[in-house]
């Protein structure tokens, strides 16, 4: 998505991220680190929490691959201490956050996440596909995909979770909306928010300094809202703004720090949840100038005015289920209609 002005720039207390290994204390009793990912967006945050006498609370884990691990060794070692992480808390179900849950909590650690992202997230891990299933193969071509490139995916091996997030264990604490957690001497209120997952957690605390948002608000890029398989005909944008417009009105005139899931902690949460709304709402009338001057479209011929840059093969998944993700909300509010093709791609034009 693009980026645009504010009505004042964010702010970076730090001028940049911990190397890997090491840590940034960005409050008391917080540490900031970073684990490595093996794609265009190369890290992500992970923050311990100093518990005292228990351990560390660590929020969010990384990928189960071999550089995070030895990345999680190295921090654990350093940064932290050699003490335990008695409570690891992830806050959505994606790989680059549940990814080490799993070996952390076979080591002693207790498991906390909303009830949604851990069932998602336990049954992906145990459902490996060696070849793409039939409603993966036909949710791309109705989203434009054909021909040979159809085809070519259709014989490879999809990404499975399997691959990169660890077995999870049967038990877990579930997190709920409102609920109170307790960690580095404060008390954090838990907002569950909607859009790029499920029930995706964001930590407040109680004394409105400090906000750990996951991938709910990201400081310089915009959190994939997407649309897949499972739920070919979902609305996840509608739940995405509802949630970014709640969560500027909650912040309101105060100005805490944002510790984002990626990228660098920053001050002006407000304006960036503006900024990113309104990103979204001008995406969609870009598409819906389109719809009128050149006619229907499948949410492939769709990135063009979506995303106004090139996009290539290691991103075309994203943003397939993204294209399909603005689309589908443009049909929930009866402003778009889809139409079946004869090669079975689905055309959107305005209703």
């Known amino acids: ?69 030895r990345a999680l060794d190295a921090l654990r070692r350093g940064p932290l201490a050699g003490r335990p992480i008695h409570r690891v808390i992830v806050t959505h179900h994606h790989p680059d956050h549940v990814g080490l849950a799993g070996r952390l909590v076979a080591e002693g650690a207790a498991l906390v996440m909303a009830r949604i992202g851990w069932l998602t997230a336990r049954m992906l891990v145990l459902d490996p596909q060696d070849r793409p299933t039939a409603e993966q193969i036909a949710f791309r071509r109705r989203a434009g995909i054909t021909g040979d490139t159809l085809e070519r995916y259709a014989t490879e091996r999809p990404f499975n979770f399997a691959d990169c997030v660890a077995p999870l264990p049967l038990g877990f604490r579930a997190l709920g909306d409102g609920d109170v957690v307790e960690a580095a001497g404060r008390r954090w209120q838990v907002d569950l928010g909607e859009g790029h997952a499920p029930s995706q957690a964001t930590l407040w605390s109680e004394d409105g300094e400090i906000v750990l948002t996951a991938d709910q608000v990201l400081p310089c890029i915009s959190p994939n809202i997407g649309v897949y398989p499972t739920e070919p005909e979902a609305d996840p944008l509608t739940g995405w703004l509802d949630t970014c417009r709640r969560l500027s009105a909650r912040i309101g005139a105060t100005d805490p720090l944002m510790l984002p899931g990626h990228q660098m902690p920053f001050r002006g949460g407000a304006q960036r949840l503006r900024q990113l709304i309104d990103n979204h709402q001008h995406a969609l009338d870009r598409i819906m100038a389109v719809l009128d001057d050149e006619g229907p479209r499948t949410a492939l011929e769709l990135f063009q005015p979506l995303y106004r840059r090139p996009i290539g093969a290691a991103e075309q998944g994203l943003a397939l289920a993204e294209a399909v993700a603005h689309v589908n909300h443009l049909a929930a509010a009866g402003r778009v209609a889809g139409q079946v093709r004869p090669d079975g791609t689905i055309a959107w034009a305005r209703r």
């Open 1 to 69: 998505m693009d980026v645009t002005a504010v009505d004042r720039p964010l702010q970076f207390p730090w001028d940049a991220p911990p190397p890997p290994g090491e840590a940034i204390a960005v409050a008391d009793g917080i540490l900031w680190a970073r684990l490595p990912l093996p794609m265009a967006l190369d890290h992500v945050n992970v923050y311990a929490l100093d518990d005292g006498a228990s351990g560390w609370t660590l929020v969010d884990t990384g990928l189960d691959w071999a550089k995070g691990r």
